[in-house]
T-cell receptor, first 113, second 114 residues
């Protein structure tokens, strides 16, 4: 059972426009969410996180929105740059026990110059 | 600050053979994780160490996989015997404290079982 879902395997966006990556989760116990970016032949790198007590967190060009009632989060990248082309994973954890991260299947973003 | 180191980067073996992967976490990081990432899927946690103790190994196939973290620093993950479905990238990550502490990933070891 996939507790964290990224239903769009790929996304193409023009340089300078907004990229919106979506993630849904099913476990209501999740209260901490993260986005990781992965380039080919490299490990994932941390991008941004959000706690369930917030509905928005910004870091430069990256903003994560959390809709707890819909069990949905999204990552907005504005403006998109060619260097943002990568696979983006969302992950969720419950801040009890071991804080184990459950990752989605990833969305491949391609930013077109 | 040096990142998480892993070796080898690539490994090809035949089914029923054994294989071992090595990970050196970021200096001072108490928590170490091993993940398995099968093609087209997200990383799946296999085992989590806090110092040299196991915190979570609920998804580790213990009949064939084993891991250790002697002295609370380096770690090795072993598969014996390997199956075709073990073909994946094996990622090691570390964090300073565990919990909400950011996990830093190594480049991974790509395993192909023929």
């Amino acid at each position: 059972d996939q507790q964290v879902k990224q239903n769009s395997p790929s996304l193409s966006v023009q340089e300078g426009r907004i990229s919106i990556l979506n993630c849904d989760y099913t476990n209501s116990m999740f209260d901490y969410f993260l986005w990781y970016k992965k380039y080919p032949a490299e490990g994932p790198t941390f991008l941004i996180s959000i706690s369930s007590i917030k509905d928005k967190n910004e870091d430069g060009r990256f903003t994560v929105f959390l809709n707890k009632s819909a069990k949905h989060l999204s990552l907005h990248i504005v403006p998109s740059q060619p260097g943002d082309s990568a696979v983006y994973f969302c992950a969720a954890s419950a801040r009890t026990g071991t804080y184990k991260y459950i990752f989605g299947t990833g969305t491949r973003l391609k930013v077109l110059a | 600050e040096a990142g998480v180191a892993q070796s080898p980067r690539y490994k090809i073996i035949e089914k029923r053979q054994s294989v071992a992967f090595w990970c050196n976490p970021i200096s001072g990081h108490a928590t170490l994780y091993w993940y398995q990432q099968i093609l087209g899927q997200g990383p799946k946690l296999l085992i989590q160490f806090q110092n040299n103790g196991v915190v979570d190994d609920s998804q580790l196939p213990k009949d064939r996989f084993s891991a250790e973290r002697l002295k609370g620093v380096d770690s090795t993950l072993k598969i014996q015997p390997a199956k075709l479905e073990d073909s994946a990238v094996y990622l090691c990550a570390s964090s300073r404290t565990g919990g909400e502490g950011t996990q830093y990933f190594g480049p991974g070891t790509r395993l192909l079982v023929l």
